[in-house]
């Protein structure tokens, strides 16, 4: 079985939303592996870095395999590239990106894409998306992944989930990247670059 993956923000020596990747990475275990036992992830990052911003890699099957700690600077997004696939499956949020990393490949000008399946807005391929429409933040309501955040917004009713069309996608003023590290970052006016289906 391939590892799974698990990335935390860690903030001055923090994890920062810990008790949502704790159930994440407990909820996979549960369901791919049958371990009913709950892992200490709190325990894990006890090596934290006590200065700066982090990013900490868990990986994972039955039992934490590693963790590493890699600086982190949040790079720029701007242009995205829509991109149709209806076959990428991906629930879990393993370390092998290798189909990811194959449609990121065609991002060609963009600084990412954003994947559509059967012409449905899924995700980015480093994060959950959401748009502003009709005054509210919606986001997609068949992700590729739940990601932490994405999921944490939703039970405090600051996201709704929705069918998002790439005409959506076009006429939304702003979009929003979701994941343990961006937390939620506003693009204002994001650029789009049409791709043919694959």
């Known amino acids: 079985m391939p590892l799974l993956?698990?990335?935390?923000?860690i903030q001055d020596g923090h994890p920062k939303a810990l008790d949502w990747h704790a159930a994440r990475l407990n909820a996979t275990r549960r369901h791919l592996f049958n371990q009913s036992t709950p892992l200490d992830l709190q325990a894990a990052l006890l090596d934290s870095p006590?200065?700066?911003?982090?990013?900490a890699r868990v990986?994972?099957?039955?039992?934490?395999?590693?963790?590493?700690?890699?600086p982190y600077q949040p790079p720029h997004y701007h242009c995205f590239k829509i991109i149709e696939n209806s076959n990428l499956h991906y629930p879990y949020k393993y370390q092998d990106r290798t189909a990811l990393n194959r449609l990121y490949?065609?991002?060609?000008?963009?600084d990412e894409i954003i994947i559509f399946?059967?012409?449905?807005?899924?995700?980015i391929t480093?994060?959950?998306?959401?748009?502003?429409?009709?005054?509210?933040?919606?986001?997609?309501?068949?992700p590729l992944l739940k990601g932490t955040v994405r999921e944490r917004l939703?039970?405090?009713?600051?996201?709704?989930?929705g069918n998002i069309t790439i005409d959506d996608l076009l006429n939304s003023p702003k979009l929003a990247m979701m994941n343990a590290l961006l937390e939620f970052h506003i693009i204002e006016h994001p650029q789009f670059i049409l791709d043919s289906p694959s």
Request: charged share 20%.
């Open 59 to 70: 990986l994972y099957d039955h039992n934490i395999q590693s963790v590493t700690y890699i």
């Open 126 to 142: 480093i994060a959950n998306l959401a748009i502003w429409l009709n005054n509210q933040w919606v986001t997609p309501e068949k």
């Open 154 to 161: 939703l039970a405090q009713h600051q996201l709704i989930t």
């Open 117 to 123: 399946k059967q012409g449905l807005a899924t995700d």
């Open 50 to 55: 006590q200065s700066g911003t982090y990013r």
């Open 5 to 9: 993956l698990e990335t935390i923000k």
């Open 105 to 110: 490949e065609r991002r060609g000008l963009a």
